[in-house]
């Protein structure tokens, strides 16, 4: 009998399969599509403790109990219809793990129609894309905690490791999970485009070459700030050559973006729940704008473009700088959108925990992270991350560099929306007072939609177009 069912062959599911087998686990596998079955099992799996089934069924019945079943499959209707296939053949305490990237809310549901059953559900957000998943990966499941308690020893095993621990841990009920992941996705968003950026800004504004591009993002890498994943496969990026054409790849790829929906799906959570989130937003909105390839170019024929090169001094370090403090509110924004959905959607999770399982494995692993997981393990009720001390340091001390280089940017018409956009979240979070106490006013003159006063409590209503001695004031004191 084997230990784990995994069903789903793709990239993910394949490159799993063979991590919980090297992790000292039985595994059998079943694919829609049964030539993806025989191939893998007679090429990658050959000579592994891997076996083949070829209906729910006979995984089912091939697997030890309680028995564990991984779905890494496309996410949508395939996971409700392979969860009704599994329904019938499970017993009780037998576990459904769905590891793609759900929606939560589709996960939400699922939790909830599976309580009704015998069958215990995890809901878990894996990332780090298919080499993590051979390798190991961030791994983020909620849902069922005694099903967890189950599936830990194996999943400990196959996750990334750091230096303190594995990178899994059981996050919270229902879809916390997949919210974490779904969050997680988001700063990943923020943090491609504001490298996008920088790398825009150094080829566009200083005329680097590929090679130079390649020198500035290995330096940054090996700099505490900026150590991470995205910056390391960045440098190695401007290194690759196109065979066809002897060009930089990179150069030869069209330039629209493409999307999942996870990114999407954060910005409309936080919108619902009330958390700026302006430099994800922005990421989301950049890719968009990318796709409007035809567009562009013809606008770009109406209007010009870059002028100029930028001719001063030291502007490299100052790159760094503005990208260190924009990616630091990526990550503020969705540590805050972590804490706003928790509160209000009872997930419980321990913001700590959630840094300290994205160090490894995962997309957006960086240095960054620990002090994060310090910082929410010392404060777990922190508001926001730019108030914590090392934060506020570390910002404030480039906030100069971070201006300038918006400022250069603007002059030279290189868009930098996510650093802007990022930059005005930093400038509107330390602001007492925003102008939109003019909001509320013209909200109360169109639509007399009431406003509050600084001086005295209670709601008030004026009539503003009796701007004279007439004018009416109405208030209702609380
Ligand atoms: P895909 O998302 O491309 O999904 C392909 C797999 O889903 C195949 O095994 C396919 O079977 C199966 N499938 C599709 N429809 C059905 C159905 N109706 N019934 C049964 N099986 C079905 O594979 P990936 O490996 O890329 O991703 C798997 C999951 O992991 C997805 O949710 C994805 O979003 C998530 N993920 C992917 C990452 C990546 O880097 N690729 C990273 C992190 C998460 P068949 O062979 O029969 O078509």
Same mark, same amino acid.
């Given at each position: 009998?084997?230990?784990?069912?995994?069903?789903?062959?793709?990239?993910?599911?394949?490159?799993?399969?063979?991590?919980?087998?090297?992790?000292?686990?039985?595994?059998?596998?079943?694919?829609?599509?049964?030539?993806?079955?025989? #191939?893998?099992?007679?090429?990658?799996?050959?000579?592994?403790?891997?076996?083949?089934?070829?209906?729910?069924?006979?995984?089912?019945?091939?697997?030890?109990?309680?028995?564990?079943? !991984?779905?890494?499959?496309?996410?949508?209707?395939?996971?409700?219809?392979?969860?009704?296939?599994?329904?019938?053949?499970?017993?009780?305490?037998?576990?459904?793990?769905?590891?793609?990237?759900?929606?939560?809310?589709?996960?939400?549901?699922?939790?909830?129609?599976?309580?009704?059953? +015998?069958?215990?559900?995890?809901?878990?957000?894996?990332?780090?894309?298919?080499?993590?998943?051979?390798?190991?990966? #961030?791994?983020? /499941?909620?849902?069922?905690?005694?099903?967890?308690?189950?599936?830990?020893?194996?999943?400990?095993?196959?996750?990334?490791?750091?230096?303190?621990? /594995?990178?899994?841990?059981?996050?919270?009920?229902?879809?916390?999970?997949?919210?974490?992941?779904?969050?997680?996705?988001?700063?990943?968003?923020?943090?491609?485009?504001?490298?996008?950026?920088?790398?825009?800004?150094?080829?566009?504004?200083?005329?680097?070459?590929?090679?130079?591009?390649?020198?500035?993002?290995?330096?940054?890498?090996?700099?505490?700030?900026?150590?991470?994943?995205?910056?390391?496969?960045?440098?190695?990026?401007?290194?690759?050559?196109?065979?066809?054409?002897?060009?930089? !790849?990179?150069?030869?790829?069209?330039?629209?973006?493409?999307?999942?929906?996870?990114?999407?799906?954060?910005?409309?959570?936080?919108?619902?729940?009330?958390?700026?989130?302006?430099?994800?937003?922005?990421?989301?909105?950049?890719?968009?704008?990318?796709?409007? +390839?035809?567009?562009?170019?013809?606008?770009?024929?109406?209007?010009?473009?870059?002028?100029?090169?930028?001719?001063?001094?030291?502007?490299?370090?100052?790159?760094?700088?503005?990208?260190?403090?924009?990616?630091?509110?990526?990550?503020?924004?969705?540590?805050?959108?972590?804490?706003?959905?928790?509160?209000?959607?009872?997930?419980?999770?321990?913001?700590?925990?959630?840094?300290?399982?994205?160090?490894?494995?995962?997309?957006?692993?960086?240095?960054?992270? +620990?002090?994060?997981?310090?910082?929410?393990?010392?404060? /777990?009720?922190?508001?926001? !991350?730019?108030?914590?001390?090392?934060?506020?340091?570390?910002?404030?001390?480039?906030?100069?560099?971070?201006?300038?280089?918006?400022?250069?940017?603007?002059?030279?018409?290189?868009?930098? /929306?996510?650093?802007?956009?990022?930059?005005?979240?930093?400038?509107?979070?330390?602001?007492?007072?925003?102008?939109?106490?003019?909001?509320?006013?013209?909200?109360?003159?169109?639509?007399?939609?009431?406003?509050?006063?600084?001086?005295?409590?209670?709601?008030?209503?004026?009539?503003?177009?009796?701007?004279?001695?007439?004018?009416?004031?109405?208030?209702?004191?609380?």
């Amino acid at each position: 009998m084997a230990q784990f069912g995994l069903i789903g062959l793709a990239v993910m599911g394949e490159n799993l399969a063979l991590n919980i087998e090297r992790q000292g686990f039985s595994v059998a596998v079943y694919n829609r599509t049964a030539e993806k079955t025989d #191939s893998f099992i007679s090429q990658r799996a050959d000579g592994k403790d891997i076996v083949a089934t070829y209906s729910p069924k006979e995984l089912v019945a091939a697997l030890e109990r309680p028995r564990k079943i !991984l779905l890494m499959i496309k996410s949508g209707a395939p996971v409700d219809a392979v969860i009704e296939q599994l329904k019938p053949l499970l017993e009780e305490d037998d576990i459904i793990i769905d590891g793609g990237n759900s929606y939560y809310e589709d996960t939400a549901r699922r939790s909830r129609e599976l309580q009704a059953t +015998k069958v215990n559900f995890i809901g878990m957000g894996v990332s780090g894309g298919e080499i993590g998943a051979l390798l190991g990966p #961030s791994m983020m /499941p909620g849902g069922n905690k005694d099903a967890y308690e189950v599936v830990k020893p194996i999943l400990t095993k196959v996750a990334a490791q750091v230096e303190d621990s /594995p990178c899994v841990t059981y996050l919270g009920p229902g879809c916390a999970g997949h919210y974490v992941k779904m969050v997680h996705n988001g700063i990943e968003y923020g943090i491609m485009q504001l490298i996008a950026e920088a790398y825009d800004l150094l080829k566009t504004g200083l005329g680097f070459n590929h090679q130079q591009l390649h020198e500035v993002f290995s330096a940054w890498n090996t700099t505490q700030e900026l150590n991470s994943y995205l910056m390391e496969i960045t440098a190695d990026i401007f290194q690759y050559i196109d065979p066809q054409t002897k060009n930089p !790849l990179v150069e030869m790829i069209l330039d629209a973006a493409e999307q999942k929906g996870t990114g999407n799906w954060t910005v409309i959570s936080a919108m619902d729940l009330g958390v700026p989130v302006p430099t994800i937003m922005t990421a989301v909105n950049a890719r968009i704008m990318s796709a409007y +390839k035809e567009e562009r170019v013809k606008a770009s024929q109406v209007f010009d473009g870059v002028s100029g090169r930028y001719q001063g001094e030291g502007f490299v370090d100052k790159v760094r700088d503005a990208l260190y403090c924009a990616i630091a509110c990526a990550y503020a924004e969705g540590m805050a959108l972590l804490k706003a959905a928790s509160q209000e959607r009872q997930y419980h999770l321990n913001l700590s925990e959630v840094a300290r399982i994205w160090k490894g494995g995962c997309i957006i692993r960086a240095e960054i992270l +620990k002090p994060m997981q310090q910082i929410f393990q010392a404060q /777990p009720d922190l508001v926001n !991350l730019l108030l914590a001390p090392y934060f506020k340091e570390a910002i404030l001390s480039r906030t100069a560099a971070w201006r300038e280089v918006i400022t250069v940017a603007t002059q030279l018409n290189i868009p930098v /929306p996510a650093m802007s956009a990022s930059l005005a979240y930093f400038n509107s979070y330390r602001r007492d007072r925003l102008p939109q106490n003019l909001t509320q006013a013209q909200r109360d003159y169109f639509g007399s939609h009431t406003y509050h006063r600084i001086d005295q409590p209670g709601t008030f209503h004026t009539e503003w177009t009796q701007v004279d001695a007439e004018s009416l004031q109405t208030g209702t004191a609380d």
